[in-house]
């Protein structure tokens, strides 16, 4: 068996440009329903969080995928949001947390990016699709698991 064959002997998938349509494909081949945005991003729910597949770097080639966590957690807990995004960063590869204030509020940002600069496979955008989606949805739910009173606030609004 070669290095870059199937281990039942097939040849693996042509490696092909990141597009919006390919990212659209994606999305289709799983029944999700999502929104594209004038400048091409891809933008939809999962498990209660909006997230956005946009494309970055000079030639699109980077996928990333970002979400934000919406809870109204008050600026003055900014330190202790912090300190769990350095945490869950500490022990994740995915992904990566960022936290700021944002007027009255405690924002935290998740994000996965991948560079594609010499192409993907079909599948590997599909793992990179739901890996990014996994990954962030688990990331925010932890999140909520640190701060329930907002969670239940958001809940009863």
């Not at 329903?33 to 946009?54: K, L, P, Q, R, T």
């Not at 009255?104 to 940002?109: G, Q």
């Not at 990016?113 to 990954?135: E, K, M, N, P």
Request: proline content about 3%.
């Amino acid at each position: 068996m070669g290095y870059f064959t199937r281990p039942d002997g097939s040849a693996l998938s042509e490696l092909a440009p990141l597009t919006t349509d390919r990212v659209r494909a994606c999305m289709d081949s799983h029944h999700w329903h999502y929104d594209i945005s004038e400048e091409g991003d891809v933008g939809g729910w999962w498990d209660g969080y909006w997230f956005v597949f946009s494309f970055r770097g000079r030639d699109n080639e980077i996928l990333f995928a970002h979400a934000l966590w919406s809870r109204k957690v008050p600026a003055d807990r900014f330190a202790e949001a912090l300190a769990f995004a350095n945490e869950w960063n500490l022990d994740h590869l995915w992904p990566m947390l960022s936290v700021k204030v944002r007027g009255e509020h405690v924002v935290v940002m998740a994000d996965v990016s991948v560079d594609y600069s010499f192409g993907l496979t079909d599948s590997q955008l599909d793992l990179h699709v739901r890996c990014a989606i996994d990954t962030i949805v688990a990331a925010l739910s932890w999140l909520d698991s640190k701060f329930p009173e907002y969670v239940e606030a958001d809940s009863a609004a």
